[in-house]
């Protein structure tokens, strides 16, 4: 059973808040610079995250998050989902809370020097220790539901690359069985796989969305090639047919599940459109007769990846209507609506119904101007759904 917050703690922890809106990032940095020294912790973390400062700013806020919700945790909780999908993903495990916890407060400690007193240290021990309670039960409680599945499992499962496909100049599709040739567990469209990289000079983990539909056989992940990126030229340049990669679950909530049968506009830019994809597909499939609407942008719609696969989804009945976006070329398929220039907040929210759902996936300034910008122009935040790997912060 979870131990409840001493009743000291939370008024002591909102009392820091001045203290972490003036120093959050600085304290988050020395916390990140303490832990990246374990290989094993620091392999977790999107090391361009960790450069360019977007984990750090996104931590700080969710600890400001926390002091400021401290008596009311049940505002956090589309965060707390959202940290256990992403914790599940890399294996997190309970021994590792409390070397986070200590690279924590010993950050706290640092930067606040003085003004970090003994009462201040052990409301926010105690305020850790809570958190790290409620997501070690969350974690196990996911573990074991997915591991229970019919093909499901836990930890890492070995695949092998069945096929790997060319969808455009930049993008690659790489078709995973595993190598036990046992079923694997059904996803929900919009959920992602997570990869265990310790080879040619790369520990890592990174995710990518499944782009098929769903199919006990295995997945396809659908991966674009960053001329920046060391994981995504790998995949391209050294990962081929035959060879296998250690593999999580699929995660994630970014799901039409959870929003029931309500309708959804799918807006993407890029390869965000792969979650969105396998969810097009998984609707063809099931016949379901949902509103679906896909706004997809793309810089030269002629040569866009996936475009024969959108022709025929556009074509079924029923299955969803289609626009693309595109600042060259018009494509050649008449059952999708092709328009000139880059999709707009305000063309998106001409679309929305009084029960409609917008799904945003894309590069990070794409994400921020479509969900600030409809929710500038009054669409309820509840009802914008986005995904995004690596730090949110500066997106939402």
Known sequence: ?????????????????????????????????????????????????????????ALAAAVLAYARHIEHPEKLEAALNLIVERHVAV????????????????????????????????????????????????EARVYAERSALPGGWRD?????????????????????????????????PGQFLTFRLDRDGIDTRRSYSISSAPDERGYRISVKRDPQGLVSRWFHDRLNVG?????????????????GG?????????????????????????????????????????????????????????TAKIDLFGSEGQGGASSMT??????????????????THVFVCGPRGFQRDMIGGLTRLGLNRERIHHEFFGSDEGVS
């Open 262 to 318: 309500a309708p959804a506009i799918l807006v993407s830019a890029g390869i965000g459109i792969t979650p969105f994809l396998s969810m097009l597909l998984a609707a063809r499939t099931a016949g379901e007769r949902r509103a679906l609407h896909l706004v997809h942008g793309d810089h030269d719609l002629r040569t866009m990846p996936f475009e024969t696969a959108l022709s025929e989804l556009a074509a079924t009945e029923s």
């Open 338 to 355: 092709c328009h000139k220039g880059r999709v707009s907040a305000e063309w998106v929210l001409q679309q929305t119904g009084p029960e």
């Open 1 to 57: 059973m979870i131990q409840p917050l001493e009743s000291g703690t939370p008024a002591i922890v909102k009392a820091t808040i001045p203290a972490l809106e003036a120093h959050g990032v600085t304290i988050t940095k020395t916390m990140y610079a303490s832990l990246m020294r374990d290989p094993a912790i620091a392999a977790m973390f999107n090391q361009t995250d960790q450069a360019n400062g977007r984990q750090p700013h």
């Open 243 to 259: 060879d296998v990669l250690d593999v999580t679950p699929p995660a994630g909530d970014f799901t039409l599940a959870s929003i």
């Open 156 to 188: 890492w499962r070995t695949f092998r690359v069945e096929r790997r496909v060319q969808e455009s100049d930049t993008v690659t599709s790489f078709w995973l069985v595993p190598v036990d040739s046992k079923p694997v567990m059904l996803h929900k």
């Open 91 to 138: 294996i997190v495990k309970p021994e590792q809370y409390p070397v986070v916890g200590a690279a924590l407060l010993g950050a706290i400690k640092t930067v606040l020097g003085e003004a970090a007193t003994p009462a201040i240290m052990h409301a926010w021990g105690d305020a850790y220790r809570f958190l790290a309670d409620v997501l070690i039960a969350r």
